[in-house]
């Protein structure tokens, strides 16, 4: 391990990749509507957050299939070749060992691994990337690191149509695993609500430090939290659309939303 508790970090998005893990859910990912409304969200709403991460020592893997139209690969590259960060990887289907083989290639030796999940309909703070990194060298001493562990930012939004919602959740899709680099799993492989099965989690209840996106392309998302109109001042309003509520509104779904959040009626 280095002296130094250096990191190899690496942030995983799934874009348009067909994964072993989901059989069951339908797949879209190479769907010309689908596509093209997907790549002006993550344009919108992910990338620019990305962009302002505070600390940049990090790579950004992005999944994509290898079947993916040109046009969008051109994009893709466009994004690349402006943000260095930004990694495409094109496969035919999401491999947990030719995604081991990416990390090792790009990593440097005698450092710790971190990796990150984030969707690419959703967002993260600008202070996230920074964040993971302190709570890993804050941990990384104390813990067995072949059996490696995870860190977890509770507080965040859902989003839908403009409208902000402040959860807790504990267990959430925007956790990071800390670990050796010879580990052999990828942090996909675990379910991101069951990962206190397998090693330990720290929490951090910190300010909002990500936003999930709700919208009639989710397939398993849905909204949940308190009613937050302050959302829209947030970071994560960048390339959202703005709402427009009376007062009268805004007081309902809020005690609304209360109600449903803690009694679940």
Not at 139 to 155: A, K, Q, T, V
């Amino acid at each position: 391990m280095s002296k130094n508790k250096q990191f190899n970090h690496f942030v995983f998005t799934r874009f348009n990749i067909r994964t072993q893990w989901k059989k069951n859910i339908r797949y879209v990912g190479l769907d010309e509507e689908w596509l093209s409304k997907r790549f002006d969200l993550f344009e919108a709403v992910c990338l620019p957050l990305m962009a302002r991460q505070t600390q940049k020592s990090f790579k950004w893997l992005i999944f994509l299939n290898e079947e993916t139209p040109n046009k969008y690969v051109r994009r893709m590259s466009d994004w690349c070749a402006k943000y260095p960060f930004m990694v495409p990887i094109y496969m035919k289907v999401e491999d947990q060992e030719q995604i081991l083989d990416e990390m090792n290639r790009r990593s440097v030796p005698g450092c710790l691994r971190i990796m990150s999940r984030l969707d690419n309909d959703d967002a993260v703070h600008p202070r996230m990337i920074e964040s993971i990194q302190k709570m890993a060298k804050k941990y990384c001493g104390s813990n067995d690191l072949e059996r490696g562990f995870f860190i977890s930012f509770p507080i965040g939004y859902s989003e839908n149509n403009g409208d902000y919602y402040l959860q807790r959740f504990r267990y959430n899709a925007f956790n990071s695993f800390v670990s050796v680099p010879e580990h052999n799993r990828i942090i996909y492989y675990w379910n991101h609500t069951k990962v206190a099965d397998v090693a330990p989690v720290y929490l951090s209840y910190t300010r909002p430090m990500w936003c999930q996106g709700i919208h009639d392309d989710n397939v398993t998302n849905t909204i949940r939290g308190i009613y937050f109109p302050w959302g829209q001042r947030s970071f994560f309003a960048t390339g959202r659309k703005i709402s427009s509520h009376s007062i009268a509104w805004k007081c309902g779904e809020f005690w609304r939303s209360c109600k449903y959040y803690l009694f679940g009626t």
